[in-house]
């Protein structure tokens, strides 16, 4: 990608990063779902549109890892979802990252139907949904029937192991979710670009109503392992309000058994 190009990328990102949050703003004093405890309520099915889950960094369309899939097998441009643009790593890790882009499909967990971690679960092509009550916060994702549990106003809980999809401990500040996730296995990544991070990052996770149907994804990451500053995404969820909408079963696991085991094949 030209240095321009870039630019312009950052540039529109920065606009439409003001517009979201003055929107979001507005919201709060409208009228938003609230539980019976007077909560602000985000049970139901939400997907994420965009292409992040390919690079939440700004990029151009490129080609595709296979030649074969011609056009629909093709990376679609986007506009990405960090904050400034530009993840800030370590040279270290940014060298990290672009070795793990150049083997993606051959090193992405994803592609192996491993669960995909916070905040990846989020933006990946596949509605989730949200269960809710006073104590807990269930997320189920239709991705590899993957789920993670949220324990509300417990932050003496402490994670009993590292996960998948981590350590989820919520609070409320005003009409705001707020989740702090730790303890993340340090096998995950964020798009198929190679973004990563070790066993030390922590994501911290704002959910706003920007009004019915419509939440504002805000999560903060940090892991002074592989960067030299916290950082931030951001992009908008948008409720499912297909007929009948309901999460289907997409257990990936049998679609990657040749790709994982089939050398191991006895040959005749």
Request: hydrophobic share 40%.
């Amino acid at each position: 990608m030209s240095m321009l190009t870039k630019q312009k990328l950052i540039f529109l990102l920065s606009i439409i990063t003001f517009s979201t949050v003055t929107m979001s703003v507005q919201a709060q004093s409208g009228d938003i779902p609230r539980a019976a405890d007077g909560k602000p309520d985000f049970s139901g099915i939400w997907q994420a549109i965009g292409s992040s889950h390919y690079n939440i960094e700004p990029h151009s369309a490129d080609f595709g890892p296979m030649f074969q899939l011609g056009a629909i097998g093709a990376i679609p441009g986007g506009l990405g979802i960090v904050e400034g643009g530009e993840i800030p790593y370590t040279s270290a890790a940014r060298e990290q990252q672009m070795e793990n882009k150049s083997s993606w499909l051959e090193l992405d967990p994803v592609v192996k139907c491993y669960m995909p971690g916070i905040p990846r679960a989020n933006y990946l092509p596949f509605p989730f949904q949200i269960i809710q009550s006073p104590e807990h916060i269930v997320f189920a994702y239709e991705f590899a029937s993957a789920s993670r549990i949220v324990y509300v106003d417990q932050p003496d809980f402490e994670a009993p192991i590292y996960s998948w999809m981590g350590h989820n401990l919520a609070r409320y500040e005003g009409d705001t979710l707020v989740i702090d996730v730790t303890d993340q296995v340090a096998d995950t990544w964020f798009d198929h670009a190679g973004n990563h991070h070790t066993e030390e990052l922590r994501v911290t996770e704002r959910y706003t109503h920007m009004g019915p149907n419509v939440v504002m994804y805000e999560a903060t990451l940090e892991d002074p392992n592989v960067y030299t500053r916290p950082w931030k995404v951001s992009f908008p969820l948008y409720r499912r309000l297909d007929e009948n909408v309901q999460l289907l079963e997409y257990k990936c696991v049998e679609f990657t058994e040749e790709l994982i085991y089939g050398h191991l094949r006895k040959q005749d």
